[in-house]
């Protein structure tokens, strides 16, 4: 059952037509060759292997003879060396050994005599036992040792063919009625069709007595029901069975599990529960067969498990009766219980550890776990349990700290592509790196998850391409992707309907394509995708000007996905509402971005109007700019400062929200611009009587050489401008002698001057949050979220990251790489030079995260002069806050909120009688931050 679920993989089921040529990497002759052999290992009873081996296999027939030879030579033939090397050491070692018939025969003699004496009773097993000193579990490793030192002449078999022998582990299913396999009836796994061809597995050193001892442990002498069939193919069946791990050194990703158990293993600290726990197609159960056969190896080899002894062989080729693989589910019934634990109560057969894996173990019932952990005292001190399970909180966690507990982590994307890489090669499949790496990224850190991809790829019998996983997977590629936003932003609609109809007619689930697109999206504004930093970026930024425009386009299109998703989710036309959707990416520009409609007379002011921006690249824009501004500085009384205003100011762009004007208005001196702080309130007075709206404006510092290279300004706060990743003033503008005029630039783009107090909140938000991060993402219902990772924001954003919630819009991320950065990737922008220590604003963040756990939005503002940095916190809908660099801040809430900010103490305070909590004053300089509750 598990199996099932194990090897499938989210894959369009048209794609898996092309399993009709199954069976490539499994048909290789040389591999088939290897079953054959299998087969012939298969038919042997235990001696006849051991006597076999000790005598070059002499009684086997030519061809089978052949086969293994064949077999030997496609493990060294692989690509890895150092299977190579593992496949040839065994047949020297065993070739040596071979020669060597006195010892030999001692340890045959020695083993044989172990063995009968084992099979007298159970009691006289159990002396046997004791006098090799078995009896002490916990510290096995003499005992190990003495028994491995008897079987110095144990048949072994190659590495080769104990792989090719295990080449089909499977899951042993929990036997209807019995746990033991101590029973004359014992046939292996039971399945007819697989092991037909083998004598039924008996132990011929037991004894009847021992054998009817525990018949079937079917408790209460009950007929055993059928017995579970488990697929337990001859020949592997997939690549994640073929390529199955069966050493520690094969385990990818798994170094600290790797090492802890080889610690526990080599000092013979074994514990009588594990618990192996963490995501799907991670190694749990490879691991605990690992650890099984390790537990059982009679290697003298350092490295154990050796793969090729006795007990390697049998557990791997999943005929060990000491070794169990339990389905957790089957469990659940009282007399199996009893029957597990009085098997395990019992020795094992002939290993050393009786060892049960109990898979899916989130399935035992509260009774089991019971009944188990209440028995671990009275359990035979060889018996181990493996408890497996993909969901930990699901146990019950008294049971669970009684365990010794293994994370298994997701792979990671390199790993998985290193060992996908190395599959290919060992399988001749040809592939280009891209399509592998593409696989990893998909497969979410399952590597079974990336080997069924891989393995249904290699089926098509064609190189292993990037548009060929994509076709499977079922995604679109980058570049076609491009072409559909591309068409939808221009607003093309007849182009962008037939792109969008013809992708998820045949390639694409509507959901999943929103999800790229917004994915992309995402990534563009990032600064991702910028020229040089990708392909695709590079596509894009040829054909379309990405300025503040362009983006606020994206911005644009990225809400609308995300609201088109949430419609999806219970749309039976997904198709048609998502293209639908993609036509709206080209009409929200006029309306919501830079309009030169007629319908937007300045006079009058059209501050009812929404979301509406005059801006500078739009000539008639620029015209009434600059007609706004002339009057503006002429309604100032001093005539000095209206020539100020006129010569060295220019008013860049004004927006329209909720009935409230934003304007910026940019300097050129960094001695301009300090001036015109200074009388900000009589300019924004002046704005308003011409404007007759309420106005928040904000002063900007640009350089010199914009205002003389190009006669359209760039709004210094564009999303590139702000953008710490891709400064695109600083590359077209910016020299390096102009470092004053950068610093400047950035304080600039932090200062906020609210004209009067009483304005719309969100508005005031949107102002703030066009300071930080494109105001269109900043929505009343939507909260912040921080996040203090200490990564490179970059590199740490996973796909699902970047999934952002509905209701988060902001994510803070402090950046710790430079003492003087902090990162914002909230919606993708990034800041940098903000003058506070790391630290402190870490600090901040953190606590600020407990306060903005509430829905409502919220705001931050930095300011970023060093003297006076101010943060503050807006609850929406009941306060605004005003500040300047140059001014305490102030919080004036239509909810009367009461607000004291003191700002020469120490103890900075905030205080609203309503939502006192959910302010935090911040005054930097000594106090660092605190919370007012
Ligand atoms: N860490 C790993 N190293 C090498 N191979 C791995 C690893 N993890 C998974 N695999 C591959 O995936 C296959 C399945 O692994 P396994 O069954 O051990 O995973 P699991 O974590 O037990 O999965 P589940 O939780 O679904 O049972 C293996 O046969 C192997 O090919
Ligand atoms: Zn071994």
Redesign the pocket.
């Known amino acids: 059952m ?2 099932g ?2 090897n499938s993989v989210d894959v369009p089921l048209s794609k898996t037509l092309v399993a009709l040529k199954r069976v490539r990497s499994l048909r290789d002759p040389d591999t088939n060759s290897m079953s054959k052999f299998a087969m012939a290992i298969n038919s042997m009873n235990l001696d006849d292997v051991g006597l076999k081996e000790l005598h070059g296999f002499g009684n086997e027939s030519e061809s089978d003879h052949n086969s293994l030879k064949k077999s030997s030579m496609v493990r060294i033939r692989g690509t890895d060396s150092r299977k190579a090397y593992m496949v040839r050491k065994p047949c020297r070692q065993r070739m040596k050994k071979s020669k060597e018939p006195k010892l030999v025969t001692r340890s045959m003699k020695y083993l044989e005599e172990e063995v009968n004496s084992c099979s007298e009773s159970r009691v006289d097993r159990k002396v046997v036992r004791k006098k090799s000193g078995y009896h002490s579990w916990r510290k096995p490793v003499a005992a190990l040792e003495d028994a491995i030192m008897s079987r110095v002449g144990t048949p072994c078999m190659s590495m080769s063919e104990s792989r090719t022998n295990c080449s089909s ?1 499977t899951t042993i299913g929990f036997p209807t009625d019995e746990v033991d396999v101590r029973d004359s009836n014992f046939n292996g796994c039971g399945i007819s069709y697989c092991w037909s061809r083998t004598p039924r597995y008996r132990d011929p050193n037991l004894s009847p007595d021992v054998r009817e001892e525990h018949p079937l442990l079917s408790s209460e002498g009950r007929e055993p029901a059928s017995r579970e069939i488990v697929p337990y193919p001859e020949t592997p069946r ?8 069966r050493s520690f050194s ?5 170094m600290v599990v790797s090492n802890s158990l080889l610690y526990a293993l080599s000092k013979g600290k074994i514990a009588p529960v594990y618990l ?1 726990h ?12 690992i650890f099984a056969a390790a537990l059982n190896c009679l290697s003298l080899e350092e490295h154990r498990p050796c793969g090729f002894c006795r007990e390697c062989v049998f557990l791997f080729s999943g005929r060990s009766r000491d070794v169990k693989e339990l389905d957790a589910a089957k469990l659940n019934h009282k007399d199996r219980v009893k029957a597990l634990i009085k098997s395990a109560s019992l020795s094992p057969f002939s290993s050393h550890f009786k060892v049960f894996i109990i ?2 173990c989130q399935f035992l019932r509260g009774e089991t776990w019971a009944a188990i952990f209440n028995s671990v005292e009275n359990l035979s001190q060889h018996s181990v349990f493996i408890m ?3 969901d930990p909180a699901k146990l019950p966690s008294s049971y669970v700290s009684q365990t010794q507990r293994y994370h ?1 982590p997701k ?1 990671k994307d390199v ?1 998985i592509s290193f ?1 996908l890489q190395k599959i290919c090669i060992e399988e001749g499949l040809e592939f280009d790196k891209d399509a592998v790496d593409f696989i990893a990224a998909k497969s979410n850190g ?4 990336a ?1 069924t991809i891989l393995d249904q790829l290699g089926l098509l019998g064609k190189r292993i391409t990037l548009s060929l996983a994509y076709e499977l997977v079922g995604v679109v590629s980058d570049k076609e992707l491009l072409n559909l936003l591309d068409l939808a932003l221009s607003a093309d609609t007849t182009n962008t309907v037939i792109r969008a109809r013809d992708l998820m007619s045949s390639r694409i689930d509507p959901m999943q394509l929103i999800s790229q697109l917004a994915n992309l999206i995402m990534d563009i504004l990032s600064g991702r995708c910028q020229p040089g930093f990708c392909n695709v970026g590079r596509n894009l930024f040829d054909t379309h000007d990405l300025t503040d425009i362009g983006m606020q386009k994206l911005r644009h299109a990225l809400k609308i996905l995300s609201e088109t998703e949430k419609q999806l989710r219970t749309s039976k036309n997904q198709a048609t509402w998502l293209t639908v959707a993609l036509l709206q990416f080209g009409t929200g520009d006029d309306e919501n971005f830079c309009s030169s409609s007629p319908r937007n007379s300045l006079k009058n002011s059209d501050c009812d109007e929404h979301n509406r921006t005059i801006c500078p690249e739009n000539h008639c824009d620029r015209t009434k700019l600059e007609t706004i501004w002339r009057r503006t500085s002429r309604k100032c009384q001093s005539s000095s400062f209206k020539i100020f205003l006129q010569k060295e100011g220019n008013l860049s762009s004004i927006s329209f929200n909720d009935g409230l004007a934003i304007a910026e208005i940019e300097f050129f001196h960094p001695d301009h611009l300090s001036k015109a702080e200074k009388s900000w309130k009589l300019i924004a007075h002046s704005l308003e009587d011409v404007l007759g709206c309420n106005v928040q404006i904000r002063l900007k510092l640009v350089p010199a050489c914009i205002k003389k290279s190009t006669s359209v300004k760039k709004p210094s706060f564009s999303l590139l401008g702000c953008s710490g990743r891709n400064c695109q003033m600083s590359e077209s503008t910016m020299t390096d002698e102009n470092e004053s005029d950068t610093s400047a630039r950035r304080k600039a783009c932090f200062q906020v001057y609210p004209s009067q107090p009483g304005k719309n909140l969100s508005s005031f938000v949107e102002q703030l949050d066009a300071n930080l991060v494109p105001a269109s993402c900043f929505h009343d219902k939507e909260a912040v979220v921080i996040r203090n990772h200490e990564e490179d924001a970059r590199s740490s954003r996973t796909t699902s990251d970047r999934i952002i919630s509905d209701h988060i819009v902001k994510e803070y991320r402090l950046r710790s790489d430079s003492s003087r950065e902090v990162s914002e990737v909230g919606q993708y922008v990034s800041i940098q030079e903000h003058e506070q220590q790391p630290s402190c604003f870490a600090k901040t963040l953190k606590l600020r995260r407990k306060v903005l756990s509430s829905n409502a939005a919220q705001a931050i503002c930095l300011g970023s002069q060093p003297q006076k940095q101010e943060l503050s916190i807006v609850k929406k809908a009941t306060s605004e806050i005003s500040f300047s660099p140059r001014e305490p801040p102030s919080l004036c809430s239509r909810a009367n909120a009461e607000v004291n900010y003191n700002s020469g103490e120490e103890n900075a305070q905030c205080k609203d009688s309503k939502f006192s909590s959910k302010f935090l004053c911040w005054r930097p300089p000594k106090s660092g931050p605190k919370l007012v509750s």
């Open positions: 598990a199996e679920r194990r582990w997939s690549l994640s069975q073929k390529f199955r791990p094969d385990l990818v990703g798994l192996f963490g995501p799907r197609g991670t190694g749990k159960t490879s691991t605990a067969r898979d899916e497996i399970t993909t298994f792979i790993d060992r399952s590597l079974r998850d080997e």
